[in-house]
Structures are given as C-alpha cells and as structure tokens.
C-alpha cells in the first residue's frame, strides 16, 4: 500500500513539476511580448505604425523611421529562397525516404543533421568566401549586371541553403510515418513507385510537409547573422543584384547606434516586435493548416 502511494506521489510530483515547466515557458513567451511592448512605446507615441510600417525613411538624425525598404527586403529575400529550397528539399526528402537504402538513408539523415547543427555565421563566412565572388565574378556579368555580390541574391541563396535540413527532415519523417500497408495497397495495383508517391505519398504526407514548409518560412523570415554578412546593408528598396536589407539585418548593423539614441533603440526594438508577432503568425498558421490538412487528407 506505502509503495503503491509511493508510486502516485512520484506520479503526482512529475506531472506537477511539467506542468510548472509549461507553464513557465508560456511566462516567458508572453514577458518577451510585454517587454517588446514596452520597450517599442517611445517610438510609437511620437511616430505613427503606420509611418513605421510603410514609410521609406530612414533617417536616425532627424527622428524619422522607416521601414518599408527593410521590410520588402525581408519578403523578397525570404520568398526567394523558399522557392529555391522548398523544390529542392522535397525531391531529397523523396529520394531519402522511398528510394535510398537504410545505410544511405543513415548517412545522408546524419549528414543532415550535422548541417542543421551548424552555426549560421559559418554559413555566412563560407558565402563571403566563395558565394559572393562567385556572383560578382561569374553570375553577374553572365546576366549583364554589375553587382557587388553582397546582394539579395547571394542572401536567398544563403538562407536557402539554412532551410534545407528543416524541410528536408520534416518531410523525410512524414513519408517514413505512412503505413507501409497503404503503400502494399496501393502497388499491388500495379502502380509505380512514382505513380505512388504523386498518388498516395505526398497527399497522404502533405499536412507534415505544409507544417515543414511554413516552419521553414518563419525561420528564414528571423534569420539574422548570415543574410546581414552578404546582403549589403543599404536601407533602400530591393533589386535582385544590388544590397538592400532585412529587419534582422536592420538591427544587427545598428545595434552600436542603437544605445546612444533612444527613439532609435525604441525604433529598432518595435523591429523586433513587428518579427516576433509575424513569426509567431507563422508558427501558429502551421499548426493550423496541418490539423486541417490531416482532416481532409485523411488515409486512414
């Protein structure tokens, strides 16, 4: 009897203790968004959001904050490599799931979560090294353009190439957790392997890999370090081949300026509360669209 209440007081203690985790955790979350708040609340008293927001000035001297440039930047470069990583990730995740053997498939899953592991200031060293001579010396004048390197091209490539492990990890788990009994079914009809996977595979995975890619998004959306080391760092509006700038970047390179002006540091906090609330968007509408998804393409 003293071992069985032994056992429930354990029980009772563990499950108290998570529960103190969670609960703390969610403190946390909504103390970042109070902070955010309050730390933003100079520069909204004497600029209007919608000012911040959509004007293009950028002018630290005379009060005037800006944002548009930085914004459409963000986009643009975030849209970019989403569509080159996303096409990109999902063939690998394929051939990794259904066409590799179990050792290949070990190596190339443990390769990749090397990758994932790896620091993104290195990803940002290597592109200075070689991605952007690269664009200045041979994609550039291939297309006719004269360009730095340092560009939004050179970005979306770099946070292209940070997004893969996500993507591709994601979606390889999705494809191994279908039931191998709806794949014996569906080719004891006669299918192929690709007739499979356009048919059953990726509508039966399609919620995980819709999750996997708007995670993904939301990641490349806050990515700060690398894009700031080869975007450029000009605060103007975004052309393929010339520097322009992202938020994260905005306040990686103002970050000295920011401590000796207030509404400059209020500006740049308000920055980083714009990408709080949109990356928690993100995060959010994932969850969302993969319940809804799992409803509708339900295989079982």
């Not at 620091?119 to 730095?148: E, I, R």
């Not at 906090?269 to 968007?281: E, N, R």
């Amino acid at each position: 009897m003293n071992k069985f209440t032994f056992r429930q007081l354990k029980d009772l203690i563990s499950s108290k203790v998570m529960l103190l985790v969670v609960i703390s955790v969610c403190l946390l979350f909504i103390s970042i968004f109070t902070l955010l708040i309050k730390s933003s609340y100079l520069i909204l008293t004497k600029q209007s959001t919608i000012d911040l927001l959509f004007s293009s000035q950028w002018k630290p001297e005379s009060y005037t904050f800006g944002f548009s440039p930085a914004i459409l930047g963000t986009f643009y470069v975030t849209l970019l490599a989403m569509l080159i990583a996303v096409p990109i990730s999902i063939m690998a995740a394929i051939y990794i799931a259904e066409y590799a053997s179990s050792r290949i498939r070990i190596y190339l899953q443990g390769f990749i979560d090397v990758l994932a592991g790896i620091p993104s200031v290195v990803f940002g060293l290597c592109a200075l090294l070689v991605l952007v001579p690269f664009v200045k010396d041979y994609v550039g004048p291939c297309l006719g353009v004269k360009t730095t390197g340092c560009c939004i091209f050179t970005a979306s490539v770099v946070l292209a190439v940070m997004i893969f492990p996500l993507i591709i990890s994601l979606t390889v788990e999705s494809l191994r957790a279908i039931p191998l009994g709806l794949k014996e079914q569906t080719l004891s009809l006669g299918t192929t392997n690709w007739q499979l996977i356009q048919l059953v595979l990726l509508k039966a995975a399609g919620p995980g890999i819709v999750s996997a890619i708007i995670l993904a998004l939301g990641r490349a959306f806050g990515e700060t370090m690398a894009v700031a080391m080869v975007i450029g760092g000009k605060n103007s509006f975004p052309s393929l081949f010339s520097a322009g700038q992202t938020l994260p970047s905005l306040i990686v390179n103002s970050f000295g300026e920011m401590m000796s002006i207030p509404e400059e540091r209020s500006a740049l906090i308000f920055v980083a509360l714009f990408l709080f609330i949109v990356v928690t968007i993100f995060n959010l509408f994932s969850c969302h669209l993969k319940n809804c998804l799992r409803e509708r393409w339900k295989y079982e």
